[in-house]
């Protein structure tokens, strides 16, 4: 074992010459958070991305990244890694502080981010769900867009070769990934670093991964002369009209009534390395998603126990813990919550849940239940 992992991670694939070592840690990094349990394996990586001459910026912002394309538990997990690292060399590193937010230029600024960085309409992007809901396309465009992925700390060919990574890994995201991969050949990225990246994810999450992912890149490079207009609205959807500050106050509202907490003493947790996140948490999950009417809080806790405890990683442990003191304040009981893991049974396999109720245990032991 010792013998394979030095002969064909290092020898065979990281010493290829087609993608520089700063290019492959980053991309190794993705598919590690993609994983959600491998944190020894995603630190090391982290580590080498520092020392082949990577920055605190360049980790700070692949978890940006993995807010929008993994989810907020990846980043949330990451930043204590990260903030470890810093700590440990003694890395001189400020934050980035998140600027006043206009509203409408979330729209305008993901609509330009859109443009530049996948080449193409939004409106094929949006196609397979924006009828079904107009609020997705939205957020798709104002957040994945406007506030992560416009971001300027990485350039356009690196975010794409990321993000496919992270794609890659979590298999099952096969009309993402194509576009992500039509979108890097068009900002300049060459097929051959594509194909580097690709035969990197056999190391790091598998053959099957890296074939299927290969499968996608085949279709990829047979449409890479389509070049469509890029940057335009899109027809029906309209840019919202509110401010930073009433998403965040109806953020702070829905997290206080959920979680019993203080959405001020999430924001603050991020302060030192990513104060941005901490923010995107309190007005994006909290402030357009959560507090919608279109579930009632005990359903809508429950419903994302069920989807932390399918996902089953270390990664989720922690808000699977959150969402069921969650569930329980907005007045799911113990037997309701029971019920929910149980159901997923049939779906994601013993282990999964029973991993899931041995945490539910503990919580409810915590609370007297």
């Given at each position: 074992m010792a013998r394979f992992t030095v002969d064909y991670p290092y020898g065979d694939v990281l010493s290829r010459p087609g993608l520089d070592l700063r290019l492959r840690q980053l991309c190794n990094v993705g598919s590690l958070i993609a994983q959600g349990s491998a944190q020894p394996q995603l630190r090391f990586h982290m580590e080498g991305l520092l020392n082949v001459g990577g920055s605190a910026q360049d980790l700070v912002e692949v978890m940006f990244i993995a807010t929008a394309i993994l989810g907020f538990p990846a980043a949330i997990n990451m930043i204590g890694i990260v903030r470890?690292?810093?700590a440990d060399r003694s890395f001189p590193f400020s934050p980035m502080l998140p600027e006043p937010d206009a509203g409408s230029s979330r729209y305008a600024r993901g609509l330009k981010a859109f443009g530049e960085l996948m080449q193409g309409p939004p409106s094929d992007y949006l196609a397979s769900f924006e009828a079904i809901s107009p609020e997705l396309a939205q957020w798709s465009i104002e957040f994945a867009f406007g506030d992560v992925l416009a971001r300027g700390g990485l350039e356009n060919k690196t975010k794409h070769l990321v993000i496919a990574t992270m794609l890659a890994t979590v298999g099952n995201r096969q009309d993402a990934l194509r576009l992500h991969l039509e979108s890097a050949l068009k900002v300049g990225t060459t097929k051959d670093?594509?194909?580097?990246?690709?035969i990197q994810v056999s190391v790091y999450a598998g053959f099957p991964a890296a074939l299927n992912a290969f499968g996608v890149a085949a279709q990829a490079f047979e449409e890479r002369d389509e070049v469509p207009a890029v940057g335009s609205a899109v027809p029906g959807l309209k840019p919202s009209a509110e401010n930073g500050a009433r998403r965040r106050e109806r953020g702070l509202a829905a997290l206080a009534a959920t979680s019993g907490g203080s959405g001020e003493a999430v924001v603050r947790s991020f302060e030192d390395v990513a104060p941005e996140i901490g923010q995107m948490?309190?007005?994006h999950s909290y402030g357009d998603i959560f507090c919608r009417p279109g579930l009632d809080p005990k359903t809508r806790e429950l419903t994302a126990c069920a989807a932390l405890a399918g996902r089953a990683t270390q990664t989720t442990e922690t808000p699977l813990?959150?969402?069921?003191?969650?569930?329980?304040?907005?007045g799911a009981s113990r037997e309701e919550i029971v019920e929910t893991l149980l159901n997923m049974v049939?779906?994601?396999?013993?282990?999964?849940?029973?991993?899931?109720?041995?945490?539910?245990?503990?919580?409810f032991q915590k609370r007297g239940l």
């Open positions: 470890q690292i810093l670093e594509i194909i580097e990246a690709l948490i309190v007005e813990r959150v969402h069921i003191n969650a569930a329980l304040n907005v049939a779906y994601f396999g013993f282990p999964a849940v029973q991993g899931a109720m041995r945490i539910a245990g503990e919580e």
